[in-house]
């Protein structure tokens, strides 16, 4: 996993665990002085804000341990994986197109970069140069071939 990816979830949840243990319990005291719980909005705002981030804090932190568990030697030299850079035939457009597969967190269609979670991206996945691929898309089913294979060991 690249150190920027790493380095920005660990900086979000430096700032959400910031919020839900030093200025979350400061505005929970406040709406709880303003009196009746059952009707005070800043009190359940402040509550539902603290069940957010608490989902959220669990999530960045099962993320960031699935990420320390990527081991780039372990993955295939021959197939497409993480890390690969695929060129591949558009057989509906006729048309060359190049992907990187990438964790949802660097994912930029912009710049090829598509997550190995997507439906392009699991269906690359374990592909060699050859293989023909039919993916079905949210925009429909999508036809391609396997020109080119560059596992992240090319590189």
């Not at 989902?55 to 890390?83: H, T, W």
């Not at 699991?122 to 949210?138: A, F, H, Q, Y």
């Amino acid at each position: 996993m690249p150190a920027d990816v790493k380095k920005k979830l660990e900086e979000e949840l430096k700032v959400l665990e910031t919020e839900l243990k030093i200025e979350l319990p400061r505005e929970l005291q406040k709406a709880a002085a303003l009196g009746d719980l059952r009707e005070n909005a800043e009190y359940k705002a402040a509550r539902d804000r603290q069940e957010y981030l608490q989902a959220r804090v669990g999530a960045l932190r099962k993320r960031l341990s699935e990420l320390a568990l990527i081991n780039i030697d372990a993955l295939p030299k021959d197939r497409a994986a993480y890390g690969s850079t695929l060129t591949l035939l558009d057989q509906d457009k006729d048309e060359e197109v190049t992907y990187r597969l990438v964790t949802a967190e660097e994912s930029d269609l912009t710049k090829g970069y598509i997550s190995t979670t997507s439906p392009i991206g699991k269906s690359l996945m374990g592909k060699r140069e050859g293989d023909e691929i039919e993916v079905k898309t949210p925009q429909g089913v999508r036809h391609f071939e396997v020109l080119k294979l560059r596992t992240i060991h090319d590189e």
